[in-house]
């Protein structure tokens, strides 16, 4: 049968893609997409930062063994630096020391400097908006179209089969393995990965395989212009409570009140009020006069009770492999995600450095969420 493969993926985002280039080396591999292309949700609508000091403690493992494969790719995976450096600065503004400690506690490589000093990178910082401030020095912008392209080059080298427009319209588990029927046709396989982002518990509803509590998060950004004179090489700045960001990115600034709005899965726009929020924050913060906005969008960021991925096969079915809740961090750990997650599909350990980078299976592991 022409449309029998090893394993199905279900999801071309940055999770399935990548996880996918990966098992297609050994394996008969097809990856079903929903939408008319791959990337359309949550991958095409990052905030495009590398940050090892930001995201859960399985995040902060699996981003930080991410770090080498960003830095030098495999020859011919990109036709451009995946990664550029950009410095990150964590404000302490009134109030927020609890939220600093927090961020000392799991940080690695984070240099606190004087206020003055920020300013030098930051010359727009009101001298009295923050108490303390820390410089993550070891910080960059992603490509992540350049990413997302090179695993779905290095799929289809290897053979591996990507259709879009062939959503799951129905999942019957059989003796072997899975049917999946989608407006492509039938598609069979031995093991499902469900990689389908915010559509992840509809997925394992479909499939006959208990939910495990995906909450999708709308996150909500705004691009405004900056007439400032190099104003393109400031860093990445949040503050430690995680009520703002801002970065340059491509000629303009970038805001995010870093909403998190629990919605149903949908291709998600803008929230005004969000974006309004994040605009009056960075005006507090600093002494630029934003006057007009140039555009938004809105992006989907998908969470279970604990904040963590789930990664592994779920403990009522070997069949059916757990990939989602990589909440906003997705882009910046997939080279180690992906891997971790090969390894686990095809029943191997797990790679040594990200193992050496602190990652604990059982903090990933479907199998935390059924006790819950």
């Given at each position: 049968?022409?449309?029998?493969?090893?394993?199905?993926?279900?999801?071309?985002?940055?999770?399935?893609a990548?996880?996918?280039?990966?098992?297609?080396?050994?394996?008969?591999v097809?990856?079903?997409?929903?939408?008319d292309?791959?990337?359309?949700?949550t991958?095409?609508?990052?905030?495009?930062s590398?940050?090892?000091?930001?995201?859960?403690?399985?995040?902060?493992?699996?981003?930080?063994?991410?770090?080498?494969?960003?830095?030098?790719?495999?020859?011919?995976?990109?036709?451009?630096?995946?990664?550029?450096?950009?410095?990150?600065?964590?404000?302490?503004a009134?109030?927020?020391?609890?939220?600093?400690?927090?961020?000392?506690?799991?940080s690695?490589g984070?240099?606190?400097?004087?206020?003055?000093?920020?300013?030098?990178?930051?010359?727009?910082?009101?001298?009295?908006?923050?108490?303390?401030?820390?410089l993550?020095?070891?910080?960059?912008?992603?490509?992540v179209?350049?990413?997302?392209?090179?695993?779905?080059?290095?799929?289809?080298?290897?053979?591996?089969?990507?259709?879009n427009?062939?959503?799951?319209?129905?999942?019957?588990?059989?003796?072997?393995?899975?049917?999946?029927?989608?407006?492509?046709?039938?598609?069979?396989?031995?093991?499902?990965?469900?990689?389908?982002?915010?559509?992840?518990d509809?997925?394992?509803?479909?499939?006959?395989?208990a939910?495990v509590?995906?909450?999708?998060?709308?996150?909500?950004?705004?691009?405004?212009?900056?007439?400032y004179?190099?104003?393109e090489?400031?860093?990445?700045?949040?503050?430690?409570?995680?009520?703002?960001?801002?970065?340059?990115?491509?000629?303009?600034?970038?805001?995010?009140?870093?909403?998190?709005?629990?919605?149903?899965?949908?291709?998600?726009?803008?929230?005004d009020m969000?974006?309004?929020?994040?605009?009056?924050?960075?005006?507090n913060?600093?002494?630029?006069?934003?006057?007009h906005?140039?555009?938004?969008?809105?992006?989907?960021?998908s969470?279970?009770?604990?904040?963590?991925?789930?990664?592994?096969?779920?403990?009522?079915?070997?069949?059916f492999?757990?990939?989602?809740?990589?909440?906003?961090?997705g882009?910046?750990?997939?080279?180690?995600?992906?891997?971790?997650?090969?390894?686990?599909?095809?029943?191997?350990?797990?790679?040594?450095?990200?193992?050496?980078?602190?990652?604990n299976?059982?903090?990933?592991?479907?199998?935390?969420?059924?006790?819950?």
């Open positions: 049968m022409d449309n029998q493969f090893d394993i199905i993926i279900l999801g071309a985002g940055i999770a399935g990548s996880v996918a280039a990966h098992l297609a080396q050994t394996k008969r097809a990856i079903l997409e929903m939408e292309r791959p990337g359309y949700h991958t095409g609508r990052s905030a495009a590398y940050e090892p000091n930001y995201g859960p403690k399985p995040m902060l493992a699996l981003t930080r063994a991410s770090a080498p494969f960003f830095k030098a790719p495999p020859e011919g995976f990109a036709d451009g630096p995946l990664l550029v450096h950009r410095p990150s600065l964590f404000l302490e009134e109030g927020q020391e609890a939220f600093t400690e927090k961020l000392l506690s799991a690695a984070l240099e606190e400097i004087s206020i003055a000093k920020t300013r030098d990178y930051f010359p727009v910082l009101r001298p009295d908006y923050a108490k303390r401030s820390f993550d020095n070891h910080t960059g912008d992603l490509d179209d350049l990413l997302h392209r090179g695993y779905l080059r290095l799929f289809k080298v290897a053979g591996g089969m990507l259709m427009h062939a959503g799951a319209t129905a999942i019957e588990r059989e003796a072997k393995g899975w049917r999946i029927t989608t407006p492509q046709g039938k598609f069979a396989c031995t093991t499902l990965v469900n990689a389908a982002g915010a559509w992840g509809v997925v394992a509803k479909m499939a006959g395989v939910a509590g995906l909450t999708p998060k709308r996150r909500s950004i705004g691009v405004i212009p900056i007439d004179a190099g104003f090489v400031w860093p990445m700045v949040t503050d430690n409570a995680e009520t703002w960001y801002a970065k340059p990115q491509s000629g303009k600034m970038i805001v995010s009140s870093a909403d998190a709005t629990p919605v149903e899965p949908h291709d998600a726009y803008a929230d969000a974006i309004a929020e994040g605009i009056e924050r960075l005006m913060a600093t002494t630029l006069e934003v006057t906005l140039d555009h938004n969008w809105g992006g989907l960021r969470f279970v009770s604990d904040g963590n991925p789930v990664v592994g096969y779920d403990p009522a079915d070997h069949g492999f757990w990939l989602i809740g990589q909440g906003g961090y882009i910046q750990s997939a080279p180690a995600l992906s891997r971790t997650a090969a390894t686990l599909i095809l029943d191997e350990d797990i790679p040594a450095d990200v193992a050496e980078a602190g990652l299976l059982a903090d990933i592991t479907p199998a935390r969420l059924r006790s819950l």
